[in-house]
């Protein structure tokens, strides 16, 4: 099994500051639908982006020196569940790991606080002979 990992970390106002200055066109340029929903609920929205911003860094990170290829943050979507981990969901077409179907798993830790939003991720692709 091969490993791969990336990791991220944002500054919470560089995301709050982005939203003010270019507003919706930021957050559809970069979020999905679902996870700007998510964060709107959540008290801490600014750094609920962030940390999943950072996310998204990290897996294009990691899915690159998987893959070489290179993904874009509409494609990743980091999905929320209230007392359980995050998830990945990739919205990729025409991929190299979809084109020669070599599954792979993945998985995620995002952790904010008041200054920091932070990721990691690890995708584990087994071993091609």
Do not use: W
Not at 5 to 17: F, S
Not at 76 to 85: D, R
């Amino acid at each position: 099994m091969e490993i791969y990992t990336g990791i991220d970390i944002v500054e919470n106002e560089r995301i709050k500051n982005a939203v003010e200055r270019l507003g919706d066109k930021f957050l559809h340029r970069v979020f999905t639908e679902r996870e700007i929903d998510y964060c709107k609920q959540k008290v801490s929205f600014y750094s609920c982006l962030a940390a999943r911003f950072a996310a998204k860094e990290a897996f294009i990170k990691a899915y690159y020196q998987a893959f070489k290829e290179k993904l874009f943050f509409k494609q990743i979507e980091v999905l929320g569940k209230k007392n359980s981990p995050a998830e990945i969901l990739l919205h990729i077409e025409n991929s190299e790991a979809k084109q020669y179907k070599i599954p792979f798993k993945s998985s995620i830790s995002i952790s904010h606080e008041n200054k920091f939003s932070v990721a990691v991720v690890v995708i584990y692709l087994p071993k091609v002979q």
